[in-house]
């Protein structure tokens, strides 16, 4: 069963940095490209981050760019995401996905970890 | 960017109805919309991919149609456990995509 568990959500102050981490199993990790998508509180998805399964093609919503880091390692099966000078906007729940099909970025998201929760307090 | 902009909001349905699910994009996206399912408190699930390709594992009843700027998501028989919220999202421009804002089947 391929399984997504992220780690790392937490109150933090504004202009704050937290590290999320995001380990998988069941499937072969270095064959896929994986995400961050975020859920704002009472509303819907936005996408945050994707890194292809070389790391050769990062991307970034416009939201965080600049702030935000995606990175992968192969060999423990983890995707981070390091979240610099965080706002009060940037609070919700993050969610580990995998990109459906394969190692680069077709953004249809397959299995989905159960979301951390950031809360960044002004 | 491209807008994503789902009708109904909301709806009220009974077990066994017909539900119907529309979606449209700002601009053309081909048929690269897809669609998730979100229960309360959990993540969401893909129902359906590239507009009509159903997810191993998703029920018959859903269905996707569409093409350019106008896509829809029926059920074909409600059923209990499709109580949820609905998303569609263009993965057109891709690394970039977008959601819409969620339409919610409740209980009738």
């Known amino acids: 069963e391929d399984l997504l568990v992220e780690s790392g959500g937490a109150l933090v102050q504004a202009g704050r940095s937290l590290r999320l981490s995001c380990a998988a199993s069941g499937f072969n990790f270095d064959d896929y490209a994986m995400h961050w998508v975020r859920q704002l509180p009472g509303k819907g998805l936005e996408w945050v981050s994707g890194i292809s399964w070389n790391s050769k093609r990062i991307d970034y919503a416009d939201s965080v760019k600049g702030r935000f880091t995606i990175s992968r390692d192969n060999a423990k099966n983890s995707v981070i995401l390091q979240m610099n000078s965080l706002r009060s906007e940037d609070t919700g729940l993050y969610f580990c996905?995998?990109?459906?099909?394969?190692?680069?970025?077709?953004?249809?998201?397959?299995?989905w970890g159960p979301g951390t929760l950031v809360t960044v307090s002004s | 960017d491209i807008q994503m902009t789902q009708s109904p909001s909301s709806l009220s349905a009974s077990v066994g109805d017909r539900v119907t699910i529309s979606c449209r994009a700002s601009q053309n996206i081909g048929r690269y919309l897809n669609w998730y399912q979100q229960k309360a408190g959990k993540a969401p699930k893909l129902l359906i991919f590239v507009a009509s390709s159903l997810q191993s594992g998703v029920p018959s009843r859903f269905s996707g149609s569409g093409s350019g700027t106008d896509f829809t998501l029926t059920i074909s028989s409600l059923q209990p456990e499709d109580f949820a919220t609905y998303y569609c999202q263009q993965s057109h421009t891709s690394p970039m995509c977008s959601f819409g804002q969620g339409t919610k089947v409740e209980i009738k």
């Open positions: 996905t995998r990109d459906m099909r394969g190692g680069g970025l077709s953004m249809i998201f397959g299995p």
